[in-house]
T-cell receptor, first 112, second 111 residues
Framework: SQTIHQWPATLVQPVGSPLSLECTVEGTSNPNLYWYRQAAGRGLQLLFYSVGIGQISSEVPQNLSASRPQDRQFILSSKKLLLSDSGFYLC???????????FGPGTRLTVT | GEDVEQSLFLSVREGDSSVINCTYTDSSSTYLYWYKQEPGAGLQLLTYIFSNMDMKQDQRLTVLLNKKDKHLSLRIADTQTGDSAIYFCAEIYSGNTPLVFGKGTRLSVIA
């Protein structure tokens, strides 16, 4: 099975500062990659997904962006954070058979 | 349409069976999933079922699928305190589309 790494694990950033969250995947090639945000420990909001290098689909319009510079690397960025960007950010990878989607450990972001 | 519904809370006594229910709206779903999320952690894939099956068992977990009613359930036998978590139901239509998740059911196990 796959292993998904996310860093940092926790982050406290002031409003207006930039953001870069990184996700890397081991144990598969050419996976579909996803960024989700989870607020208040409940439902998942799909932010971005990618079916290949340089291919990004955005699900919600906001001040976040995503990039996939390498096959198994997915980056979530922002130029200027808002308070509403606080949350638990999860990266996920959908493997070779397309059936199983695995999640990373998440990054807890607090915008102050 | 894409919508997955789950009840928000379930409370059971240790040793009893838990049944977590989920309904979905798209009959063309190919796979249906159950994930477990413990506090502060990512989602752990518990099990999944192909839409042409009606049951799958894996140790203490039993998944039942009623495709006619678009109803999926997860039964946990002999529920333990370590089973306390949020359980998410999800569906997928094809390999290159994102999973659609329910909002999660918080299972509390009372000792």
């Amino acid at each position: 099975s796959q292993t998904i790494h996310q860093w940092p694990a926790t982050l406290v950033q002031p409003v207006g500062s930039p953001l870069s969250l990184e996700c890397t995947v081991e144990g598969t090639s050419n996976p579909n990659l996803y960024w989700y945000r989870q607020a208040a420990g409940r439902g998942l909001q799909l932010l971005f997904y990618s079916v290949g290098i340089g291919q990004i689909s955005s699900e919600v319009p906001q001040n976040l962006s995503a990039s996939r510079p390498q096959d198994r690397q997915f980056i979530l960025s922002s130029k200027k954070l808002l308070l509403s960007d606080s949350g638990f950010y999860l990266c996920a990878s959908q493997g070779d058979r397309g059936r199983e989607q695995y999640f990373g450990p998440g990054t807890r972001l607090t915008v102050t | 349409g894409e919508d997955v519904e789950q009840s928000l809370f379930l409370s059971v006594r240790e040793g009893d069976s838990s049944v977590i229910n989920c309904t979905y709206t798209d009959s063309s779903s190919t796979y249906l999933y159950w994930y477990k999320q413990e506090p502060g952690a990512g989602l752990q894939l518990l099990t999944y079922i192909f839409s042409n099956m009606d049951m799958k068992q894996d140790q203490r977990l039993t998944v039942l699928l009623n495709k006619k009613d678009k109803h999926l359930s997860l039964r946990i036998a002999d529920t333990q305190t370590g089973d306390s978590a949020i359980y998410f139901c999800a569906e997928i239509y094809s390999g290159n589309t994102p999973l659609v998740f329910g909002k999660g059911t918080r299972l509390s196990v009372i000792a």
